[in-house]
């Protein structure tokens, strides 16, 4: 061999070496460069065969040169099995001269049996004339291409495949041989069918097809794709049977014939899928089967697959499929079907739920309750027709919307309570009051239930309301009915006992008084012989309206019987507070009453009974206000009298005291007292409070305990407190004048809602008129007033602070809302009530009370002054809880201006 041959022969091997090695790692991508390599070999190694032959010698035999070309692309075979597809190698006829071992399995012959077979025989009679001819597109030199095709290997069904052909080329050009490689689609086929089928049925879900909508199409979509015979899917109901849900395919009657029972365990295929939850595989050649192999011989059936349609929590059915073939369902098409049942059945499950939840939401939607649904804020997502017919707003008005009730601030309390309820297994069921958007109000009965996820977060609410309007309205008839006097509609006795014992648990708890006042209307029965009776029922209708505008809302006026009537006066700070009210029904009952064109006139008796002076038993303060209503008979009628002659006495004062405090004013008869504030642990005067005093001509000096509230009560106290401010204004300017070390003047002043704005001017004008600076100026304002105002208090209290006023918190006493008030107010120092201090220190209760106070003012740096000092003994407790002040007898009782003179100039001895 020459040189120049072996040199040809090495550089070939390395080609083929190199071949070797990008087959290695070949793809499909590469297929038209692998197949330029090949032919460049082959023509390479034909050139070398060409050359080695001697010029006129005769070819070897056929055998021979087969034999010889086994020989000579050994190498190349070697480097097509590293390629995962099908390879073969044909001349320009489709006669296979090299095939790879995927090859021989895809047609299903030994690849020793494969050289010299033709292609076109291994596929489809319909696809072969195809193959022929993309055999003569490349041998006229056309390049490679790309074909599906049917393959039908021997002995064995038929499957799609993708054949890829590339011409191989001798160093002139010629086509010399054919390289193709096939790859099986069937998985391939699978997968997409499967992906479409899925998305078709996802497709169909949102478009909100049912259950048994969707069923049929996917029957229907199995028959169409892989054609087989039938296809059919059946539903497993709760009692355990299974009913066909959809089929397609032949027109068969399904029923036993598809499922027959197992002779030895009792059971149908389909039985033992869904009990098994495993696929079944059913074949006329297998023993185990025989029962059912007779059963579908009519319709020609050799082979069935029977799936079960289930999840972890749920079988939902099976899925039935029929073929005509014995080995129709060969593993790789079982284990297709298996995924391609457990991916279907989530959406079948899926369109099973969309249905449950389309029937609960069909009956949710048609109830006649009302129906809505909010997210954990309370905002409203859903609502059914009911609630818009209760409330009269639309479904686009309310989504997004928070319930009235929710919005009153009730939302948090309301889910907590729900939530409580829930967790204890009940619903949360309560009434309350809404209003219809035409502004009318009903009344419902709600109930709220919690909706959780899987971890028990609350996501959604439920709330049913039941419109209970007329039924209120029936339970109220029938309530009134049975507490009520049909003729007033006053509360008859049955109520009036039940609000009296009310009132008295409630005094008892606050450490009131209740009075009890029994009313009978004089000469009533002559009256209603005269007018009849017709008009006697009138007279006592006006007399009911008239009674009740005498009293509170708190109060209760009730009619026992004919024409007496009781009132129930509820929280009086004092016995003669009944006395008043009594004398102004006395003055409305005696009013002319207007009836049938004439006016009648007459009047009443009332006994009055007080709680718990008088007697604390309910009963027995009745039966002392009937006998003080008939000893104001005795005494001729239209007046009342206390049970107690003590109070009695004292409503005689009052009376008196009414009469003459008008007066007073124009004699002037009010004078002014002062009582020093001293420093509790310097003993130096911090400062005189001025107490007005009234000098009446018969009782003496009157205290303004007895004649203030009075005055309040005929709103007559305006002009006294401007008298007091002016005349402490003008003596504080005498002494200043003098000389005399006064501290500040306090004036104590009692101001209602309506006064706030007068009362600032009043304070300016006064203090333009007297000269005294608003430094030297205390206004002292008590506790109770600013709780019971706090708006128009807190406004006050800014406006004196910005003329430089001394504000005061008076009658001071520690409680729940005090530090947010004291946050708010501008106060610049406190003073402890009187009623505290009195019980010092022996009464523990007192004692809290009091260290409470002081550590209050102590946070609020506030310093406090104690009222009320009378003995040694309180002056050191309250020096030892750090009391700035104090006033008291201890240290002076209230004195006229000439004789706080003296104490001024001579001043009094330090042991304070």
């Not at 097809?209 to 049929?216: D, R, V």
């Not at 197992?262 to 074949?283: F, H, N, W």
């Not at 082979?303 to 079960?308: A, E, G, I, K, T």
């Not at 206000?625 to 005494?635: F, P, S």
Request: aromatic residues 6%.
């Amino acid at each position: 061999m020459s040189q120049a041959l072996k040199r040809k022969i090495q550089v070939l091997q390395r080609q083929l070496s190199q071949l070797e090695q990008q087959l290695g790692g070949f793809s499909l991508s590469d297929t038209q460069r692998v197949a330029d390599m090949v032919a460049e070999v082959t023509a390479a190694l034909q050139r070398v065969g060409a050359k080695r032959q001697p010029t006129g010698r005769k070819a070897k035999d056929p055998s021979r040169s087969q034999q010889g070309a086994g020989s000579a692309t050994g190498f190349s075979r070697n480097g097509l099995e590293l390629v995962p597809d099908g390879q073969f190698v044909t001349d320009r006829e489709g006669c296979i001269q090299l095939a790879n071992s995927t090859a021989a399995r895809l047609v299903h012959v030994p690849q020793g049996r494969l050289v010299g077979a033709s292609l076109p025989h291994f596929v489809a009679k319909k696809d072969q004339q195809a193959l022929l001819d993309n055999l003569l597109e490349l041998d006229r030199g056309e390049g490679g291409r790309e074909w599906e095709m049917v393959l039908h290997p021997t002995g064995k069904r038929s499957f799609p495949a993708l054949f890829t052909a590339s011409a191989l080329r001798d160093p002139d050009g010629q086509v010399v041989a054919i390289h193709w490689l096939v790859r099986d689609l069937t998985d391939q086929k699978r997968a997409g069918a499967a992906d479409e089928l899925l998305q078709h049925l996802g497709e169909k879900l949102l478009e909100g097809l049912t259950l048994h909508q969707i069923l049929p199409l996917m029957c229907d979509r199995l028959v169409e794709v892989f054609g087989y015979p039938l296809v059919w899917i059946g539903i497993k109901e709760t009692d355990g049977a299974v009913t066909v849900g959809a089929r397609a395919g032949i027109q068969a009657v399904l029923g036993d014939g598809v499922q027959p029972a197992l002779g030895s365990e009792g059971r149908s295929p389909v039985d033992q899928a869904i009990a098994t939850k495993t696929t079944q595989l059913l074949r006329v050649d297998d023993p185990r089967w025989s029962v059912w192999a007779e059963q579908v011989k009519p319709f020609g059936f050799q082979s069935s697959l029977v799936l079960p349609l289930y999840t972890r929590e749920k079988v939902l059915g099976v899925l039935v499929v029929c073929a005509v073939r014995v080995d129709a369902f060969d593993s790789g098409v079982m284990g297709w079907f298996e995924k391609l049942v457990s991916q279907a059945t989530l959406s079948l499950l899926m369109a099973q739920d969309q249905d449950n939840l389309r029937l609960r939401g069909a009956a949710i939607a048609s109830a006649e309750q009302a129906v809505f649904i909010t997210d954990p804020e309370g905002r409203i997502e859903w609502v059914n027709d009911a609630y818009t017919r209760l409330t009269g707003f639309s479904a686009a008005e309310t989504i997004g919307q928070v319930p009235q009730f929710l919005k009153s601030g009730r939302i948090r309390t309301a889910m907590k309570q729900a939530r409580r309820s829930q967790s204890r297994g009940q619903f949360w069921c309560h009434e309350l009051v809404e209003q219809r958007k035409d502004g009318s109000s009903y009344v419902i009965e709600q109930i709220l239930t919690p909706l959780r996820n899987d971890e028990g977060q609350v996501t959604h609410f439920v709330a049913i309301h039941q419109d209970i309007t007329i039924r209120k309205e029936t339970e109220a008839r029938i309530f009134h009915l049975a507490h009520h006097d049909p003729l007033t509609g006053l509360p008859n006795r049955v109520m009036f006992n039940d609000r009296l014992a009310q009132a008295l648990a409630q005094a008892r708890r606050r450490g009131t008084s209740v009075g009890i006042v029994f009313l009978d209307l004089d000469q009533f029965k002559p009256i209603n012989d005269s007018i009849g009776h017709e008009m006697g029922d009138e007279l006592l209708k006006t007399v009911a309206n008239r009674l009740t505008r005498c009293v509170r809302a708190t109060d209760t006026v009730a009619r026992l019987s004919g024409d007496e009537f009781t009132l129930i006066l509820q929280d009086l700070e004092r016995g003669q507070d009944a006395g008043h009210v009594a004398q102004k029904v006395l003055e409305a009952v005696a009013r002319p009453i207007p009836l049938a064109g004439r006016s009648v006139l007459t009047t009443a008796s009332l006994g009055i009974s007080l709680f718990p002076f008088d007697a604390k038993d309910p009963e027995v303060l009745i039966t002392q206000a009937d006998r003080g209503m008939y000893r104001a008979k005795e005494k001729g009628g239209n007046c009342y009298q206390f049970f107690s002659d003590e109070m009695n006495a004292q409503a005689f004062e009052r009376l008196m005291l009414e009469k003459t405090l008008r007066n007073a004013w124009d004699r002037e008869e009010f004078l002014l007292h002062f009582q020093p504030e001293v420093n509790m642990r310097s003993g130096q005067l911090i400062g005189l409070e001025a107490l007005v005093r009234w000098q009446h001509p018969e009782l003496g000096l009157v205290f303004p305990a007895q004649f203030m509230p009075m005055a309040e009560e005929i709103r007559f106290i305006a002009p006294i407190q401007e008298w007091v401010l002016r005349k402490a204004c003008h003596q504080g300017m005498a002494w200043k004048k003098e000389g005399l070390q006064i501290g500040s003047i306090a004036v104590n002043l009692s101001i209602g809602q309506a006064e706030t704005r007068k009362v600032v001017g009043m304070i300016e004008r006064v203090l333009k008129e007297t000269g005294l600076s608003p430094n030297d100026l205390k206004i002292e304002i008590s506790q109770l007033a600013v709780l019971n105002n706090q708006k128009s208090m807190i406004s006050l209290f800014q406006r004196l602070k910005s003329l430089g006023i001394h504000i005061v918190l008076d009658d001071f006493c520690t409680g729940d809302s005090l530090p947010l008030l004291l946050e708010r107010l501008p106060v610049h120092s406190l003073k402890l009530s009187s009623s505290l201090v009195f019980n010092l220190p022996m009464d523990q209760e007192s004692v809290a009370l009091v260290q409470a106070s002081l550590a209050l003012g102590r946070e609020f740096k506030l310093p406090v002054v104690a009222k009320g000092v009378e003995s040694a003994a309180q002056v050191t407790f309250l020096r030892e809880q750090g009391c700035y002040g104090m006033q008291g007898y201890l240290c002076s009782r209230p004195l006229p201006a000439e004789e706080i003179t003296t104490l001024l100039k001579g001043w009094w001895a330090s042991e304070f």
